[in-house]
Each structure stands twice: as C-alpha cells, then as structure tokens.
C-alpha cells in the first residue's frame, strides 16, 4: 500500500513536467512521436477571429528550427495540433477558413494538390465540438496522417500536400501573424 501512495504522489508531482506550456486553458505536451522519431514542442499559440479563442495551435518539430521557410521545406517528421477550444466552429466554418488557408499558403495555386485538399476537407465532414483535437502529423514518403481525437482519420499527400498544409500557418501569409510566432516559439 504504501508503495502506491507513494507511485501516486509521485505521478501527482512529477505530471506537470511533461506539460510544457499552457495556452488558453489548454495543456499542450511538451513532445509527441511520429515516425517512430520524438517530436519537441517548437511553440503553441492561441487562433482567434473577432476577439474569440478558436483553437490552440501546436508546432512539433525534431530540428528546433525557428525559421518558417526551413520548417515547411524539411522533409522529415513534423506535426501540427490543433485543439478546439471554441464550440462556435462547425464543419463548413473550418472547411472554409482552411480552404482559404491553401489559397493564401500557396499564392493561389492550389491546382497541383486540389485532389490532395478535397481529401483533407473530408476529416472536417464530421461535427467538430469544443475539445476536438486534430493531430495533423508529416511522415516523410508516406504523407499527412490526420488525426481526430487520436483517431487515425487519412493519410493525404505528398511533400507538396505538406508544404501547402504548413504553410496555412508559417508561410508569408499565415492564418494569423501572431500564432505563426508562437508556433515557431519566437
């Protein structure tokens, strides 16, 4: 007995470390695996639109690097979460937003990976609730796995997809200047 009491002080003490930051209530996991590779949480910031918190977005990467362009470029496993923290987000709302999320990541060319981004539009056919999780995670030669609530959804695309997808929140032209900061934890 006294031996659980103390495995459960223990885990009570020590839990907070594998937390590495808080961002609008949320706990984001200081590192993750994809591709049998650990990923560290590079930054985590806060989506809003018109003054209300949508989701908290994650950034995980293995290189640590701060630059944008070097992150949507590496071709190696990285991952971005998105936690809904928003219960105001339906189906259409976040087909919308990250239909033109592609638009602006790729200059307006999204022709090469239209195929790629109705597949990706299908994860969000489902109803999307406060506390959904998207775990958009890149497997070098193999894709996007997506993930809803660590339910393996799809695998989609290619490098290009990656790119593209990326790229909604660290290209020139970001969902939002400041989470593009926060995920690359500037």
């Known amino acids: ?22 961002v609008a209530g ?11 590779k ?14 209300m918190d949508i989701y908290v977005g994650g950034l995980y990467t293995a290189s640590g690097s701060r630059d944008a362009m070097a992150v949507i470029n590496a071709d190696e496993p990285q991952a971005i979460k998105l936690h809904m923290v928003s219960g105001l987000v339906t189906s259409e709302k976040m087909q919308s937003a990250t239909n033109e999320g592609f638009v602006n990541a790729t200059g307006g ?15 969000f056919q489902e109803e999307i609730k406060e506390n959904d999780v998207f775990d958009l995670v890149y497997v070098p030669s193999k ?4 993930y809803k609530n660590a339910k ?28 593009k900061k926060a995920m690359l934890g500037k």
């Open 26 to 36: 949320v706990n984001i996991d200081d590192t993750m695996s994809a591709a049998g």
């Open 1 to 22: 007995m006294k031996q659980v009491i103390t495995a459960f002080v223990l885990s009570m003490v020590l839990s907070p470390l594998a937390m590495a930051k808080e």
């Open 143 to 146: 894709g996007v796995e997506v």
């Open 109 to 123: 060319n999204v022709a090469p990976i239209k195929a790629d981004i109705d597949a990706f539009m299908g994860v």
């Open 152 to 179: 393996l959804k799809d695998t989609i695309g290619d490098m290009t997809f990656k790119k593209a997808l990326f790229g909604i929140w660290l290209s020139d032209n970001p969902a939002q200047d400041d989470l």
């Open 38 to 51: 650990t990923l560290n949480l590079q930054g985590a910031g806060i989506r809003t639109k018109w003054f």
